[in-house]
């Protein structure tokens, strides 16, 4: 019978035999510099390094619809993508791509941020946010907010949230602790960060078949 510890160590073994052949891979993930998806790439770069292989060419994207046009357009060999990105099935039904190898790696920690020495006292709130961040405004509110509305400010990273927030076009941000540090921002609350499984997708052949292309009424008549 085949083990959880079975397949994984299949599939660490596939990595390996993708990084022997080809060598260092052009690895795209969501920038800017900062984010968690960069913090997630430096890790995974520093255990390749470790164990004796090619680290990966870190390339960062505006978004993840850009990352999964520079491996689907062979400018990149592999993509990081979080488990946690609402869209990630993009890249698991994409017909180019397999996964090639996942790993857990915390986040940094996460909170609700403001500029130095402003708080907020608009009757409604603007807050910058990746959507799959949002869901953490209600544990991290302060009592003193949870009765103001709130107008979500749609930022593309934690970073750019951060950015947002720094140039005036929000009254706070839900950012991670990178964000919070290059923009001079402080934190009204903050969590520590989420264990996440990130996933690492490749257009590169691999020794494992082809998805079966999907079946009409006629084929199965």
């Known amino acids: 019978m085949t083990t959880f510890g079975d397949t994984y160590a299949r599939s660490l073994e596939r990595f390996g035999a993708v990084l022997r052949e080809h060598g260092t891979l052009r690895l795209s993930t969501l920038g800017p510099a900062g984010t968690s998806s960069e913090h997630a790439a430096g890790h995974l770069r520093e255990r390749l390094l470790a164990a004796g292989y090619p680290g990966p060419e870190v390339v960062l994207h505006p978004t993840f619809g850009a990352v999964l ?14 488990s946690a990105y609402r869209d990630a099935t993009a ?3 994409h017909p180019a791509l397999r996964l090639l190898f996942h790993f857990a790696h915390p986040t940094p920690a996460y909170g609700l941020a403001a500029r130095q020495g402003q ?12 959507s799959e961040v949002s869901v953490l405004y209600p544990e991290l ?24 927030l720094s140039r005036g076009d929000a009254d706070l941000a839900l950012t ?20 996440i499984v990130w ?14 292309p999907a079946s009409t009424d006629e084929d199965e008549r």
């Open 141 to 164: 509110c302060p009592p003193a907010l949870r009765d103001r509305a709130v107008d979500w400010v749609p930022a593309r990273s934690t970073m750019d949230a951060a950015q947002v």
């Open 199 to 212: 996933l690492l997708f490749t257009s590169l052949p691999l020794n494992t078949p082809p998805a079966a």
């Open 69 to 82: 046009d520079s491996v689907t357009g062979g400018r990149s060999e592999v993509a990081l993508v979080p």
């Open 176 to 195: 991670n602790d990178h964000g919070r540090h290059a923009h001079d921002l402080h934190w009204l609350a903050r969590r520590p960060g989420a264990q």
């Open 91 to 93: 890249f698991h039904w």
């Open 119 to 130: 708080a907020p006292d608009r009757t409604r709130l603007r807050i910058s946010t990746m």
